[in-house]
């Protein structure tokens, strides 16, 4: 056991837990937010075809749903991983607050249950239950999804603000009140964010599936509700987040500042302080960053004067990373905004024109709003995750605190990397598959192949 | 009984239902495993494909659930089990993403060589999973998991002679259950030769399972005399319960009544779980700490005790919608739903 003790050491395994848990975490969060907006959109199609006895939109319905199955089960089994890695990767976490911040997973274990239930229920029901019930066995999915949403997101707010118990003269947790725990401050902002945000990453990424096709050249009407129908769901919440961005802002101003100062790159506590763009973190200043005078104050404390706390308020050791904070902090803002260009012309076109815009500029610009969402989602948990940096739980314990001392950890990383990197190759395949093989043939490719296999094909496997 | 034991308890039915259903799904893909050939499988992966698919999920948050309870109500015991046997548990973790993404992925995918890369990554990690959780179960049930983070052996903690017994049982029991629900499907759905062929399958292992287990009780009298004390003492009733149903099951499977066998199995495999935790009372973590020791603070166990409550009123007529849903004959006509449900309809 002597080769292992060399290794046995918990600052060793630091860097490698948060890598793994960051790439488990990062991964997930894409999935999660198809699993949470996309039963109410495939629903919502499934409702108008069936209504309208419309078979291009059943059959639209229909697809998603496929799609909706491979990106659940690929949810369930990165959310299973994480689970274990809660313990596995953060034992000091569990064993001191488990109580608090354990319970809303309970609560989400039973969320999802009731969605895995109803997915195998609404996937593989398709043609065993009336549509109306079949229609039916989706609510409980599509409000379980938004619970497990809400208990997960609570538990990350209490890291960020941790209420609900005392602590005794040795740090133990007293009095420990779970139900009161999950509705700290940050809690409402964080929730209806996150859940925001779910909606515009599956609402754009669907839709930008379906712009490609129209570039493409597959101008039908399958394309065109397949582009509609989830890019006006997203264009209408994206002002909405705008809105609540600036909530969740406040928020952190006010109970986190240290995060705050990271994310906008600020070192002097400043009265009228700046909004600075972009720029490179340094010698306890940004440079090179597009300044906007006074509108940091202006945003915070809705006062051009008001006063911000710098990063010098607090030890160098309580420091977050400012230059990732801060880029991670723009680009979501960036991209944020950029989608809300996109949703105003959409918006506008649709208003006065109803329709969709001709261009092929607007297609283009549909195609690239998925990966633009999801980088935006990404850059947004970059901001809260690290941002809370160097605490696991805000202002109690430190994330070196919390990592397993345990000998040979760092190796898990490795290898789930390279689990990732084989799952995410599998799901873009199988789902470029799916969309090929599902796709009524359009005019001018009718000698493609067929879209359904031979069933000697079936029987060979 | 104290809060503690019914908060526990709660969880111990959760592992129970994980361990039968869970199992079984398990114990499908390793049959998937042995099917044979690509075209001599076929029928059997089809129908194993067409039991399993819909519930799988739902069966598989039964583990969750396990976690989600384990962790909230006896923190300081979880995070010692779970840093002391993070490499059964990582593996076996990376086992469930490879099963259920695979399964999931393959019937999506028409290619053959694709179909069968991913068949295999699903039979596999079927094999695989189930033999790292028999392990953790075998290090915590002969107490080699001691109190505090990681303060035990990250090796010797599964590798042990009570952890392989822990792990060959565990692939042997998904295996045989499995063979038991499977009979029952094959029947109604017409396939009788598949049925004699999982029926056949299912004495087998049965075989091996009871010779596995009287074996093993020699292996735990050497390496964990505490259980052993406690399976042939306090646990006894639970061990001949088990005994009895398994021979009852064996009766059964041989005079085909499917049915019949499918409860006795399960009540055989309850059984043999009840006896495990029954032989470790009062511990948690054996030898070292008790229930009590180890359960948080009152007002946590009893939020915990109301939502599982009152989680349990919605979830259990869900989940037993679920299973009457997929456990009647698919009507006449929708037989083009047969191996992949929603399938069809992709106009």
Redesign the interface.
């Known amino acids: ?1 002597d080769a ?1 003790d060399v290794v046995a050491d918990a600052a060793e395994n630091l860097y490698p837990a948060r890598m793994q848990m960051a790439l488990s975490l990062g991964w997930h969060i894409i999935f999660s937010c198809f699993g949470i907006a996309f039963p109410l959109l495939t629903v919502f199609t499934e409702w108008r075809g069936h209504r309208r006895g419309d ?2 939109l ?2 639209l319905a ?2 998603w ?2 799609a909706m ?2 990106l ?3 949810g ?6 994480l ?6 990767l953060w ?2 976490l ?7 911040y ?2 809303p ?6 969320a ?3 969605e ?6 609404y ?7 009336s549509p109306r019930a079949h229609m039916l066995s989706a609510l ?1 999915m599509i409000a379980s999804g938004m619970a497990g949403a809400f208990f997960v997101v609570t538990a990350n707010a209490w890291m960020n603000n941790p209420t609900g118990f005392r602590l005794d003269g040795d740090g133990r ?7 009161a725990a999950m509705f700290g401050p940050s809690t409402w902002p964080q929730v209806v964010h996150m859940l925001l945000g779910a909606y515009m990453v599956a609402g754009f990424t669907i839709a930008s599936v379906y712009a490609v096709g129209m570039l493409r050249g597959r101008r039908d009407r399958r394309h065109h509700l397949g582009l509609l129908i989830p890019l006006t769901l997203a264009a209408a919440v994206t002002p909405v987040q705008i809105v609540v961005g600036d909530w969740i802002a406040n928020t952190v101003a006010e109970n986190q500042p240290a995060k705050l100062a990271a994310m906008e790159g600020l070192y002097r506590t400043t009265a009228g302080a700046p909004l600075t763009v972009g720029g490179l973190y340094y010698d306890e200043g940004l440079h090179y960053g597009l300044e906007i005078p006074k509108a940091l104050s202006l945003l915070i404390h809705h006062d051009p004067n008001g006063v911000v706390q710098g990063l010098e308020e607090f030890p160098a050791d309580e420091r977050p990373p400012v230059n990732v904070v801060h880029l991670a902090f723009d680009t979501m803002v960036g991209l944020g905004s950029a989608l809300l260009l996109l949703a105003v012309v959409l918006g506008f076109t649709w208003w006065r024109r109803r329709r969709i815009p001709r261009t092929p500029w607007f297609l283009r610009a549909v195609a690239v709003s998925g990966v633009a969402a999801v980088l935006a989602l990404e850059a947004g948990w970059v901001t809260t995750e690290v941002g809370r940096q160097p605490w696991i739980v805000y202002g109690i314990m430190r994330t070196a605190e919390a990592v ?6 760092f190796l ?1 990383f490795y ?1 789930v990397v390279v ?1 990732y990197l084989l ?1 995410t190759a ?2 873009v ?2 789902l470029r ?2 969309a090929r ?2 796709d ?1 043939p359009a005019p001018q490719e009718v000698d493609a192949e067929p ?3 031979s069933p000697g ?5 | 009984m104290s809060l503690a034991e019914v908060v526990l308890s709660i969880m111990f039915v959760g592992l129970i239902a994980y361990g039968l259903f869970g199992g079984a799904d398990f114990g499908a893909g390793i049959w998937d495993l042995l099917a044979g050939g690509t075209r001599h499988g076929a029928r059997q992966r089809d129908l194993i494909e067409r039991s399993i698919a819909p519930v799988w999920e739902a069966n598989h948050v039964w583990l969750i659930f396990v976690l989600v309870v384990l962790w909230t109500a006896f923190s300081g015991a979880f995070a010692a089990v779970v840093s002391t046997l993070y490499i059964p548990l990582t593996l076996a973790a990376f086992g469930m993403i490879a099963r259920g993404a695979a399964f999931a992925f393959r019937k999506s995918i028409s290619t053959l060589a694709m179909r069968r890369f991913l068949g295999a990554g699903f039979a596999l990690s079927s094999l695989v999973t189930p033999y790292f959780l028999g392990a953790v179960v075998g290090g915590v049930a002969s107490g080699r998991v001691p109190p505090g983070v990681a303060a035990g052996d990250v090796v010797t903690s599964w590798v042990n002679p009570t952890s392989v017994l822990g792990g060959v049982l565990a692939v042997l029991v998904c295996a045989y259950l499995a063979a038991v629900f499977l009979c029952a499907d094959a029947r109604r759905d017409g396939a009788t030769d598949l049925a004699e062929e999982f029926r056949a399958r299912a004495l087998g292992t049965a075989a091996v399972t009871g010779a596995v287990g009287i074996a093993g009780l020699f292996v735990l009298r050497a390496d964990a005399p505490l259980l052993f004390d406690g399976l042939t003492g306090r646990a006894a009733p639970a061990v001949v319960v088990s005994v009895v149903a398994g021979t009852a099951a064996i009766v059964y499977l041989a005079t085909r009544r499917y049915a019949h066998a499918r409860v006795a199995s399960a009540l055989a495999v309850t059984a043999i779980l009840v006896g495990w935790a029954l032989a470790q009372y009062p511990y948690i973590l054996v030898g070292e700490v008790t229930i009590e020791e180890a359960a948080r603070g009152r007002a946590t166990l009893v939020a915990m005790l109301v939502t599982l409550v009152a989680g349990a009123v919605i979830l259990l007529p869900a989940l037993a919608y679920l299973y009457l849903l997929f456990q009647r004959s698919p009507e006449p006509g929708s037989g083009a739903v047969s191996s992949d449900g929603v399938r069809s309809g992709g106009i």
């Not at chain 1, 569990?94 to 608090?100: N, V």
């Not at chain 1, 947790?173 to 139900?179: K, L, N, S, T």
């Open positions: 056991m292992w078979a291009v059943t059959g229909h697809t749903a496929k199955g491979v659940f089960a690929a369930a089994v990165s959310g299973t991983l689970s274990f890695e809660m313990g596995i034992p000091g569990m064993d001191r607050f488990g109580e608090i354990g319970f997973f309970v609560l989400e274990g039973f999802f249950f009731i895995a239930i109803f997915v195998g229920i996937l593989f029901g398709w043609n065993r239950l409980p947790v007293i009095d420990a009140r779970p139900w397993s001392p345990a000998p040979g950890l898990g290898a689990i799952l599998l799901t395949f199988v598959r799916m093989s599902g009524t879209p359904d296999r094909e079936v029987a060979l496997r």
